[in-house]
């Protein structure tokens, strides 16, 4: 299998615009979980996904932020409009039975 | 004061040492840990798993969790240069909720 597949790896925009990002998940597994990691936070769980459901998503940070899961093979999470705080890390992780078990390589995102 | 906490390190070793990472926790709910190693510019890659109390041993590595205690380590034996990388500990309630919160990681370096 070739892993949880995360596009783009680096996003470079200005301020205002809108962002997606775009994920993959292993075949099979029936969780998927949206994180961001920052220097000063770490990881943080944004919102996760059983059978394509979205289950938790206390750590959205705002209504600028939303995410979906429109099949058991992709999900987006998308940010309108974007601010230079949401600079970070954004990793999509899949796996069975509630665990992160893989996570993809992650988006570089910078908000200019 | 955060809920996992996690000394950030840089922790040297020579090659060949007995590594010792751990974590403290402030929420006695936690029951289930995870460890995962981070390399620099990828995601985090799980290397061990355990529920409740007690050991869990997988080729070189050892996780111990102490609930009475609210510690988690991970033991690294006969460490490598290849084991170089960010550790990252992670911790859920369970319970049908399957929200883990990780460490800010502690940076390993091992010297050949």
């Known amino acids: 299998d070739a892993g949880v597949i995360q596009s783009p790896r680096h996003e470079v925009t200005e301020m205002g615009q809108e962002v997606t990002l775009r994920c993959k998940p292993i075949?099979?597994?029936?969780?998927l979980f949206w994180y961001r990691q920052t220097m000063m936070r770490g990881l943080e769980l944004l919102i996760y996904?059983?059978?394509?459901?979205?289950?938790?998503d206390s750590g959205m940070p705002e209504d600028r932020f939303s995410a979906k899961m429109p099949n058991a093979s992709f999900s987006t999470l998308k940010i309108q409009p974007s601010e230079p705080r949401d600079s970070a890390v954004y990793f999509c992780?899949?796996?069975?039975?509630?665990?992160?078990?893989?996570f993809g390589d992650g988006t570089r995102l910078s908000i200019l | 004061q955060k809920e996992v906490e996690q000394d950030p390190g840089p922790l040297s070793v020579p090659e060949g040492a007995i590594v010792s990472l751990n974590c403290t926790y402030s929420?006695?709910?936690?029951?289930?840990f995870m460890w995962y190693r981070q390399y620099s510019r990828k995601g985090p890659e799980l290397l061990m798993y355990?529920?409740?109390?007690g050991n869990k041993e997988d080729g070189r590595f050892t996780a111990q969790v102490d609930k009475s205690s609210k510690y988690i380590s991970l033991f690294i034996r006969d460490s490598q240069p290849s084991d170089s990388a960010t550790y990252l500990c992670?911790?859920?309630?369970?319970?049908?909720?399957?929200?883990?919160?990780f460490g800010t990681g502690t940076r390993l370096k091992v010297l050949a």
């Open positions: 992780a899949s796996g069975l039975g509630g665990r992160p078990q893989h």
């Open positions: 075949s099979g597994h029936d969780y």
């Open positions: 996904f059983n059978n394509n459901v979205p289950i938790d």
């Open positions: 929420n006695s709910a936690f029951q289930y």
């Open positions: 355990t529920y409740s109390s």
């Open positions: 992670a911790m859920s309630e369970g319970s049908g909720t399957y929200k883990y919160i």
